[in-house]
Nanobody, 121 residues
Framework: QVQLAESGGGSVQSGGSLRLTCESS????????RGWYRQVPRNPRELVAI???????NYGNSVAGRFTISEDIGKKTVYLQMDSLKPEDTAVYYC???????????????WGDGTSVTVSS
């Protein structure tokens, strides 16, 4: 079992920065893809950034060049550095961990409870 806990959300003015942290506990996550998603009311959850077990990172189009995902050794903690924030970045940000075992027809997926980010103009 895995538990994920986000922190670092808050309120910031447009152009500012925040750093989100996702701490994990429980099972080893070294084989998991780790990610950040965000959601605003009445909209589906949106991919922000993911980092694969090999360290490769991908970003959503709306945040590429402004946000950076990183992780510590052992993948216990994942970070999201958010720079040049815009009002449209306002959302609840969720930490995620995904893993599909080789040859399996199922996967493991875990979510944190989310941390709120508000960017004012």
């Amino acid at each position: 079992q895995v538990q994920l806990a986000e922190s670092g959300g808050g309120s910031v003015q447009s152009g500012g920065s925040l750093r989100l942290t996702c701490e994990s506990s429980g099972d080893d996550l070294s084989e998991y893809t780790r990610g950040w998603y965000r959601q605003v009311p009445r909209n589906p959850r949106e991919l922000v950034a993911i980092i694969f077990p090999n360290g490769t990172a991908n970003y959503g189009n709306s945040v590429a060049g402004r946000f950076t995902i990183s992780e510590d050794i052992g993948k216990k903690t994942v970070y999201l550095q958010m720079d040049s924030l815009k009002p449209e970045d306002t959302a609840v940000y969720y930490c995620n961990a995904d893993h599909k075992p080789a040859g399996a027809n199922y996967f493991y997926r875990y979510w944190g409870d989310g941390t709120s980010v508000t960017v004012s103009s």
